[in-house]
């Protein structure tokens, strides 16, 4: 996908004005009446959980949970109903679209590339930023004057890490050559009904288990045994969508030792039971 202004300035140049940032503490629901104009961010406190709900061009409707430590990243345009824990729980920073694209065309000297859809991530960045801004609010600080400049910091991540076009074989800024990062990812997915040790990934490059942790983090966002987690995850939902494959048995092809492990992690990082999400997954899409 191209970064030239013609293709990637369109998405932006058709939404009206927006604040260039703000910053909530959400409520325990939030529905919107329509597309936000803003790049926004969910930020869940320690312990915190919030779920996306959301859907685009006749599609069923999809959903995304994010638990701390993770992040989810929501692009300008996207309306979605947001259910968190508990309210106050999880900090919402918005980022007008406008002052989305000004921030990267100056930083990077690129139009503002379309961002990938609801998802969660490990982003510690971000994490750090949010987590600040949460304390301020609740001591009842201003954060007005420190909000834009953090904002145009955040854009330009956002910019680099979420972009759509680089969410697909793009190679990692630091950590892992890119030919090293893909060898254990094939390994991983080639082993995920197996026992997978941090020794095991770090074989495949030749390097201690100590360091390949420390350079896979900083290539993908996430440690080796998180990362295996939720690729398992992916592949339970797609066994879930598309085979009649028993519970038992699906655990057993990712790599869980019983159902009731399948269930609970699968729960944990995606808000559901799988029965729930096998049943969710094939409703028709709304008419």
């Known amino acids: 996908m191209s970064l030239d202004a013609a293709s990637e300035d369109a998405p932006f140049a058709a939404l009206p004005d927006a604040p260039l940032a703000s910053i909530a503490l959400l409520p325990a629901a939030s529905d919107d009446p329509g597309p936000r104009h803003a790049v926004r961010i969910l930020i869940p406190a320690d312990g915190a959980a919030a779920s996306i709900a959301y859907s685009s061009a006749g599609r069923a409707?999809?959903?995304?949970?994010?638990?701390?430590?993770?992040?989810?990243?929501?692009?300008?345009?996207?309306?979605?109903?947001?259910?968190?824990?508990?309210?106050?729980?999880?900090?919402?920073?918005?980022?007008?679209?406008?002052?989305?694209?000004?921030?990267?065309?100056?930083?990077?000297?690129?139009?503002?590339?379309?961002?990938?859809?609801?998802?969660?991530?490990?982003?510690?960045?971000?994490?750090?930023?949010?987590?600040?801004?949460?304390?301020?609010?609740?001591?009842?600080?201003?954060?007005?004057?420190?909000?834009?400049?953090?904002?145009?910091?955040?854009?330009?991540?956002?910019?680099?890490?979420?972009?759509?076009?680089?969410?697909?074989?793009?190679?990692?800024?630091?950590?892992?050559?890119?030919?090293?990062?893909?060898?254990?990812?094939?390994?991983?997915?080639?082993h995920l009904a197996e026992s997978i040790r941090v020794e095991h990934l770090a074989a495949q490059v030749h390097m201690s288990p100590f360091h390949f942790a420390r350079m896979f983090k900083k290539a993908t966002g996430q440690p080796p045994h998180l990362y295996v987690v939720m690729r398992r995850i992916e592949r339970a939902k797609a066994l879930l969508r598309g085979s009649e494959t028993g519970l038992i048995h699906l655990a057993a092809q990712i790599g869980f030792r019983t159902q009731g492990h399948f269930t609970g992690v699968f729960r944990r990082y995606t808000g559901c039971t799988p029965a729930a999400f096998r049943l969710e997954s094939r409703q028709p899409a709304p008419s």
């Open 61 to 190: 409707e999809r959903k995304a949970f994010v638990r701390a430590p993770m992040v989810a990243v929501i692009p300008p345009g996207q309306a979605c109903r947001i259910r968190c824990q508990r309210a106050g729980d999880t900090l919402a920073l918005e980022i007008g679209s406008g002052f989305f694209a000004a921030q990267v065309r100056t930083a990077l000297g690129t139009a503002a590339p379309q961002l990938v859809a609801p998802h969660a991530a490990i982003d510690p960045f971000i994490r750090e930023i949010g987590n600040a801004l949460r304390s301020e609010l609740v001591q009842g600080h201003a954060v007005a004057g420190a909000l834009e400049p953090l904002a145009a910091l955040v854009a330009v991540h956002l910019a680099r890490r979420y972009a759509a076009a680089a969410a697909v074989g793009a190679a990692p800024a630091a950590g892992l050559p890119q030919h090293k990062l893909q060898r254990v990812q094939d390994y991983v997915e080639a």
